[in-house]
């Protein structure tokens, strides 16, 4: 089946739905406030802490609920997919969890914190030269090789109701939004957060945050289409990709209201902040929104702001060279 024959946005039934499914098995994750933050943002911030998820991100929710909705027939021999870490270890884990063999293609430069984390899961790794090839080529031709069903990464509205479970949660706790703000990668994560708080509150406006090296989703919407981009290495690894999803680009394109963009040195701030003042450790993918607020990219201008921490997958080894790099960067 492919992407176009769904409709660009989840209805609150397909987001419902796959909150039951993970009733009992994901993370409530927490909702963390700073009034430093909302000083230098100016209105209320809510950060939704998807870094205290399984598996370390907000990946864990969209694989758990499309493997947990696959036949067992279809599944017998494994699963399959690609990823840069987040939905490698999700894969891996939701298919441990559901008792299923799980087989995971991986760039050869992948954090060595999640290569160990996925392999600590029980998953077999098969790494390929990242620069080598678009990332969902490769995983069309791994899946081909292994004659396996394949787990998307984000391309997929199962994935992205999954992933919208989290706003719906934001929302139970803090009652209204009048922005939400969140990365983007390949689109997965942010077409089922603004799915869910479109759906409840219209007027909400949603900015997904790109790494400016890349800017593959701001470039596409200006163009009106799907534009792929030649792959520029930055921080954000889990971002680094060379064009949105097929089924992602039309929900972004009829659910965001900007799209905003960092580079690594903004990021680098937004990751020492969360560190020094609220004592969060996030990977710079899980920092980006954050680092949009503090550098003037976004304004949570006087209202309610839901801010979407993805991930804090990251090593002590890289970690301390990033903010070993943030520090010389301040001198």
């Known amino acids: 089946m492919t992407a176009q024959r769904w409709a660009p946005v989840l209805t609150l039934d397909e987001l419902y739905s796959a909150q039951r499914t993970l009733e009992g098995v994901a993370h409530r994750t927490p909702v963390m406030r700073s009034t430093t933050l909302d000083s230098l943002a100016g209105g209320r911030v809510f950060l939704k802490c998807e870094s205290f998820q399984r ?3 907000f990946k864990f929710r969209g694989a758990y609920t499309f493997l947990h909705r696959m036949p067992r027939s279809e599944v017998e021999k494994g699963v399959c997919t690609v990823s840069s870490g987040n939905h490698a270890q999700a894969v891996a884990l939701a298919a441990k969890q559901l008792g299923l ?27 390929y030269e990242r620069l080598s090839r678009p990332q969902a080529l490769a995983g069309e031709d791994f899946a081909a090789e292994r004659g396996l069903p394949f787990v998307p990464a ?12 989290a706003v719906l949660e934001l929302l139970e706790e803090v009652n ?6 969140a990365p983007i990668g390949g689109g997965g994560g942010i077409s089922g957060y603004a799915a869910a708080v ?14 400016a090296a890349s800017a ?17 290495p930055h921080i954000a690894d889990g971002q680094m990709l060379t064009t949105p999803g097929e089924w992602t680009f039309e929900a972004m394109r009829s659910l965001l209201d900007d799209v905003v963009l ?14 020094d003042r609220m004592k969060l450790v996030t990977e710079p993918s899980g920092a980006i929104a954050v680092a949009a607020l503090l550098a003037g ?13 993805s991930g804090g997958n990251v090593g002590l080894d890289r970690f301390v060279a990033l903010m070993g790099a943030e520090l010389n960067g301040r001198r």
């Open 198 to 211: 479109k759906r409840l509150f219209p007027a909400c406006r949603v900015i997904g945050v790109e790494a």
């Open 176 to 181: 209204q939004l009048d922005q939400l703000i």
């Open 55 to 57: 598996s370390g991100s």
């Open 101 to 127: 063999r799980a087989a995971v293609l991986m760039p050869d430069d992948a954090p060595a914190v999640k290569r160990e984390a996925t392999l600590h899961y029980g998953a077999e790794i098969v790494e």
């Open 216 to 232: 593959v989703t701001k470039r596409s919407l200006e163009a009106g289409r799907r534009i792929e981009v030649p792959l520029q």
């Open 297 to 309: 990219r976004a304004s949570a201008a006087g209202g309610r702001t839901g801010v979407i921490i």
């Open 262 to 275: 960092v580079d690594d040195t903004e990021i680098l701030t937004a990751m020492a902040f969360l560190f």
């Open 154 to 165: 984000y391309d997929h509205p199962t994935i992205a109701a999954g992933a919208g479970t």
